[in-house]
């Protein structure tokens, strides 16, 4: 996973030795970037605290692949516009990243998808308590890139996290914006579509 190559050594041991063996179920999100004029943002959603899993987490649009859906890439779009109204023909997808393993054993394949406003954009009550941008300048920056520790089961956790303004972005969104980060640094594998 080229999240642990990030983090290296003893870090990426124990992030890898937290993820679950396989068979992983498949998901997938969308990293929609937003082409404002002069001002590049991405959106991100604050999932309802009322959810079984991860409530009020800061999250990408996405979820389980379901069987009705043709691959992952269909998956992200659709559950784009299930939680936020974003509408599949307003995106472009340009690359996917490497999949991201979840601590609850989900295989989640990431599409960067590059959005052309002006959409208008409504959160779903039932998974979405709120939608926001954050600029993708700020979340590409190293300076704002973080890892911390959480202890479970009496073991040591890696994470990343990326903090900015009230949101704490971290474990698989941070995982994967730091993916991207890496990737357009020229220092993971490129992203394909």
Do not use: C
Request: glycine share 8%; proline share 11%.
């Amino acid at each position: 996973m080229a999240i642990a190559r990030l983090l290296g050594g003893e870090e990426a041991r124990l992030f890898l030795a937290d993820r679950p063996p396989a068979p992983h179920r498949p998901a997938a999100v969308l990293v929609p970037i937003i082409d404002h004029d002069g001002a590049v943002t991405v959106l991100l959603t604050e999932r309802a605290s009322h959810l079984p899993h991860h409530p009020g987490q800061i999250s990408f649009p996405g979820g389980r692949v379901d069987p009705e859906d043709a691959g992952p890439r269909e998956a992200a779009l659709r559950e784009a516009y299930e939680e936020t109204a974003l509408p599949a023909e307003r995106v472009e997808i340009v690359g996917r990243l490497d999949d991201y393993i979840t601590v609850t054993g989900f295989r989640v394949t990431p599409f960067v998808g590059v959005v052309t406003p002006p959409v208008s954009l409504r959160p779903d009550p039932a998974e979405v308590a709120s939608i926001f941008e954050v600029p993708l300048a700020f979340l590409m920056d190293p300076a704002n890139h973080a890892h911390g520790y959480r202890e479970k089961d009496g073991q040591r956790r890696p994470y990343f996290a990326i903090p900015y303004k009230d949101y704490y972005i971290w474990g698989a969104t941070a995982g994967i914006l730091i993916n991207l980060h890496a990737v357009l640094q020229g220092e993971g594998p490129a992203a394909r579509s």
